[in-house]
């Protein structure tokens, strides 16, 4: 009898160990994105009035759903205390993310200004240097890590391997797990994941915005860099209006 009882205990212990280690790989994660309005916008005039109609700070939440290792990014709501002009709305909610890590081929529509781009283009590489540095996001074990965009951005994640898809918020990705939060100083921009979803799951979202016509990263890049050489006057190239144009293409093609 006392063996049977010893039996019955290691078979649930070890039973619920190996509940605890499954991996997710389909599931629905809300996160919340924090940006410092205030932060990013320049001191000429249109900046001062833009910011009589905005807060100093924005908060949106997005969902991250993901299955077959395909995923899609897209806008849910405000926070309550959000406020901003109709243009600076419609850049988060009508932009989307689709991801296909088997092609490792991306997706996006972005609006911006009132003009959509559609951009397909291979997922974007990160050379990641992982640490030691760990925190707890959402109830996950995370790992940190650091990378560089744009040639001089940083990029500071959070991601977790119990989570198995190597995505993340935006076009953000390419570590091996799902990144849980992200920080970029220079667009004073940080994501956190708040919850984890994985039932009743509708994969029937996760699939690329259908356009005529797809554009190369490098094209929409090229193409807004042209549109904004006219932003400052002639002679007014200062630091931080060069700072302002790079935040506006680096988010852009975030």
């Given at each position: 009898?006392?063996t049977?009882?010893t039996?019955?205990?290691?078979?649930?212990?070890?039973?619920n160990?190996?509940?605890a280690q499954q991996?997710?790989d389909k599931?629905?994660?809300e996160y919340?994105m924090?940006?410092?309005?205030?932060k990013?916008?320049?001191?000429?005039?249109?900046?001062e009035?833009?910011?009589?109609?905005s807060?100093?700070?924005?908060t949106?939440?997005f969902n991250?759903?993901?299955?077959?290792?395909?995923?899609?990014?897209?806008?849910?709501?405000?926070?309550?205390?959000t406020?901003?002009?109709?243009?600076?709305?419609?850049t988060?909610?009508?932009?989307?993310?689709?991801m296909?890590?088997?092609?490792?081929?991306?997706n996006?529509?972005?609006?911006?200004?009132?003009s959509?781009?559609?951009?397909e283009?291979?997922?974007?590489?990160?050379?990641?240097?992982?640490?030691?540095e760990?925190r707890n996001?959402a109830?996950?074990?995370c790992r940190?890590?650091?990378?560089?965009?744009?040639?001089?951005?940083?990029v500071?994640a959070?991601?977790?391997?119990?989570i198995?898809?190597?995505?993340?918020p935006c076009?953000?990705?390419?570590l091996?797990?799902?990144i849980?939060?992200?920080?970029i100083?220079?667009l004073?921009t940080?994501?956190?994941a708040t919850r984890?979803?994985?039932n009743?799951i509708?994969?029937?979202?996760?699939?690329?915005?259908?356009?005529?016509?797809?554009?190369s990263?490098?094209?929409?890049k090229?193409?807004?860099?042209?549109?904004?050489?006219?932003?400052?006057d002639?002679?007014d190239?200062?630091?931080?209006?060069?700072?302002?144009?790079?935040r506006?293409i680096?988010?852009?093609l975030?």
């Amino acid at each position: 009898m006392k063996t049977l009882i010893t039996f019955v205990i290691a078979f649930f212990a070890l039973a619920n160990s190996s509940f605890a280690q499954q991996f997710i790989d389909k599931a629905a994660i809300e996160y919340e994105m924090k940006s410092n309005i205030k932060k990013t916008m320049g001191n000429s005039s249109w900046d001062e009035a833009m910011m009589k109609n905005s807060s100093n700070f924005k908060t949106g939440y997005f969902n991250y759903t993901f299955a077959n290792n395909k995923s899609i990014y897209k806008f849910d709501r405000w926070s309550a205390d959000t406020k901003l002009p109709e243009f600076m709305r419609k850049t988060d909610e009508e932009s989307v993310w689709f991801m296909d890590f088997d092609s490792h081929k991306i997706n996006m529509q972005k609006n911006v200004f009132g003009s959509v781009f559609n951009i397909e283009d291979s997922l974007p590489k990160l050379e990641w240097r992982i640490t030691t540095e760990s925190r707890n996001i959402a109830g996950f074990n995370c790992r940190k890590a650091v990378a560089k965009m744009f040639d001089s951005v940083y990029v500071f994640a959070f991601y977790t391997d119990e989570i198995l898809i190597p995505g993340g918020p935006c076009s953000i990705s390419g570590l091996p797990g799902m990144i849980m939060g992200v920080t970029i100083p220079r667009l004073y921009t940080s994501w956190i994941a708040t919850r984890v979803n994985v039932n009743g799951i509708n994969t029937d979202i996760i699939k690329p915005s259908i356009a005529k016509k797809y554009l190369s990263n490098a094209f929409v890049k090229t193409t807004v860099e042209e549109r904004t050489k006219d932003w400052f006057d002639e002679g007014d190239e200062s630091d931080e209006n060069k700072q302002q144009k790079n935040r506006f293409i680096w988010t852009l093609l975030l």
